[in-house]
């Protein structure tokens, strides 16, 4: 399928429409559009992408979202209750992650959720006359760390990771000097899902005297769980002392509505350094907590909604289903001798083709993707992960995908030698074609409109 695959069924809006067209004709439209696209995922086939999945829980959350859609959280004089709604998402996330006093921010997604931290350890290195800032972080840090980095002007030194994927110690230590402002590890990490060796990377950071982000935007609101259910997840929280900030997604597996992370540091002090105020604008004194300026009421309204909704047992229960839905995929991606799990994951799990065999994992992919499955391709090693959500735990899907894996194998082996059509590409269980058309639209600056 193109990315674009509505020109024959829609009209292509190629300049600014004269009149408007009736509202039940436009919503008619979204609906079969939004309906045909969420269908794969109903089935469980879906890495990723889509959290909670359960119908029930969306159609409550957009009915918070449309009581305050059009409130902005600047104006706290009108809309108090955003106060109190930012303030118990940071209350109940600090709880969560063992911190009671740590205060923090909610931001619109992880992306935000890991610039801000950069921005602040930039400033805190500047206090002590640092002007050549660097981070040290293992090579599977979210890339948004070098997108923050690279925007503030910071340095980034990427530490090698084990032969199980997760930070190097000895890489990162000697990557360190009197210039690194944060250490960064994360709980777990995007392409394995692994947790990286926090409890080290917290002392190591109380030895030098510098700070320490943990990534939990991915699996923050599921690991957390993890230790309660009786798995032996490392601790990655402020239960250890030379962690400084967490960053964790409501809008992940804290299943709200896109377009929400938290934010939490240790100290208000560090959240000081995040704040940007301009005393003297003819527009009146400006101050602002983080990068967005005018934020969506009904966002924060849902991320707190889902969470006093679900409480702490709600998401023990689904985190439970996921480690175990996990666990069952895990040990049928074992049970093939071609294949390999990378690491020891919890919820997300990455696997590839042994050096043994000489299969080409993205042939494998490729099978699955003509069994609807949509797992996502990694790179360095080339491997696939599968990160178990909520849909993925319905009965029968672990069966379904073993009986496909075993397929898609045999079709890797009849296949030696011929290109794969799937590929690394981040977030997206894209073909070949389906990334050269995107990156098209990128380089060529085009609108991704079809032709006329
Ligand atoms: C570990 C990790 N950190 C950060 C992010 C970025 O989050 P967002 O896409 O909400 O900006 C992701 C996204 O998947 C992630 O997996």
Known sequence: MGLYPYADRYPVVRAFPEQGRPREQILAEIEAMATEEDSPYHEGRISGSIYSGDEAHYAFLNEVYGHYSHANVLQRDMYPSATRFEGEIITMTADMLHAPEAIGVVTSGGTESLMNPLLVYREWGRERGIDRPNVVMPTTAHPALLKGAHYFGIEVRRAAVTDRYVADMASVRSLCDANTVALVGSAGTYPHGLVDPIEELSALALELGTNL??????????????????????????????????????????????????????????????????????????????????????????????????????????????????????????????????????????????????????????????????????????AVHFCVTRPNTQPGVVERFAADLAEAVAHAKANVGTPASSGAFYAGGMTSEQISAGMAWWLDATQALPPA
């Open 213 to 382: 982000h943990v990534d939990g935007c991915l699996g923050g609101f599921v690991l957390a769980w993890g230790e309660a259910l009786g798995y032996p997840v490392p601790v990655f929280d402020f239960r250890l002392p030379g962690v400084t900030s967490i960053s964790a997604d409501t809008h992940k597996y804290g299943f709200g509505l896109k377009g929400s992370s938290v934010l939490l540091y240790r100290t208000a002090e560090l959240r000081r350094l995040q704040y940007f105020i301009v005393p003297d604008w003819p527009g009146g004194l400006y101050t602002s907590p983080g990068m967005s300026g005018s934020r969506s009421g009904g966002i924060i309204a849902a991320a707190w909604a889902a969470m006093v909704s679900l409480g702490r047992e709600g998401y023990m229960a689904i985190a439970a289903d996921i480690f175990r839905t996990a666990a069952a995929l895990r040990a049928a991606i074992e049970a093939v001798p071609e294949l390999e799990v990378l690491g020891d994951p919890f919820f997300n799990v990455a696997f590839t083709t042994t050096a043994a065999s000489g299969l080409d994992i993205f042939l494998v992919n490729d099978a699955l993707s003509t069994r609807r499955w949509r797992l996502n391709g990694l790179q360095m090693p080339p």
